[in-house]
């Protein structure tokens, strides 16, 4: 079967750093999708990694290990707007893209 | 470039109607996939469309159908609704080229309520 997992809710404070597990067991491997949706509204393309390492992109950064089926989403410097739903989403050999149900991060003052 | 539209944004229905929704992607863009999402199952994929072709399916009952025309815009198509059907319905648009390297932009999502 098909499966990806994320954690349901994460707190933290404004300028820390928090990252954001994401393991999947899919059928075959064409990529792994991070996205963030605030509440209400639809959800926006973070990050794209197909082959193993970190790929960074200003303060959001994703790691991905294909052996080990993982990948975390590190966000640094939080903002009071990263408070938003994070899904991790992989795209098996049939190409339909797999979601998670999200993890719900709340940043703190 | 405008972004993904979607209509209309809010629907409210009762059990056992029908209702169409209808997606425009990105300009250029050939793909299209539908979602639901509820707060329990998260986004679940529906189908894709590619050049009016239904190239992907997912799980979901016969009631849920789809059909895209030859400027890319899609319709989905939900008979004989069920309370269970209240949903976000998403749907995203992405380039033509490489299926499995191409980033979906979604559009705004269509909130159907079944009473």
């Known amino acids: 079967g098909q499966n990806i997992d994320q954690p349901t809710e994460m707190t933290a404070t404004e300028g820390a750093i928090v990252q954001i597990n994401c393991t999947y067991q899919?059928?075959?491997?064409?990529?792994l999708f991070w996205y963030q949706q605030h509440a209400g509204e639809a959800p926006t393309f973070l990050s794209y990694?197909?082959?193993?390492g970190l790929e960074e992109k200003g303060r959001f950064s994703s790691f991905l290990s294909r052996s080990k089926g993982y990948s975390y989403l590190l966000l640094k410097e939080l903002q009071m707007k990263d408070s938003a739903s994070y899904l991790c989403?992989?795209?098996?050999?049939?190409?339909?893209?797999?979601f998670g149900t999200g993890t719900r991060l709340q940043v703190f003052p | 470039k405008a972004g993904v539209t979607q209509t209309p944004r809010y629907l409210i229905k009762t059990r056992g109607q029908q209702v169409t929704l209808s997606c425009s992607p990105i300009?250029?863009?050939?793909?299209v996939s539908w979602y639901q999402q509820t707060p329990g199952q998260g986004l679940q994929f529906l189908f894709e469309?590619?050049?009016?072709?239904?190239?992907n399916k997912g799980n979901f009952p016969g009631r849920f159908s789809g059909r895209q025309f030859s400027n890319s815009r899609s319709e989905m198509n939900v008979s004989t609704l069920e309370l269970g059907d209240s949903a976000l319905y998403l749907c995203?648009?992405?380039?033509?080229?490489?299926?499995?390297?191409?980033?979906?932009?979604f559009g705004p999502g269509t909130r159907l309520t079944v009473l």
């Open positions: 989403a992989v795209r098996g050999f049939t190409d339909k893209l797999i």
């Open positions: 469309y590619f050049s009016e072709t239904q190239r």
């Open positions: 300009s250029g863009h050939r793909s």
């Open positions: 990694n197909v082959l193993d």
């Open positions: 899919t059928s075959g491997f064409n990529g």
């Open positions: 995203a648009s992405s380039s033509p080229g490489q299926a499995s390297t191409d980033t979906q932009y």
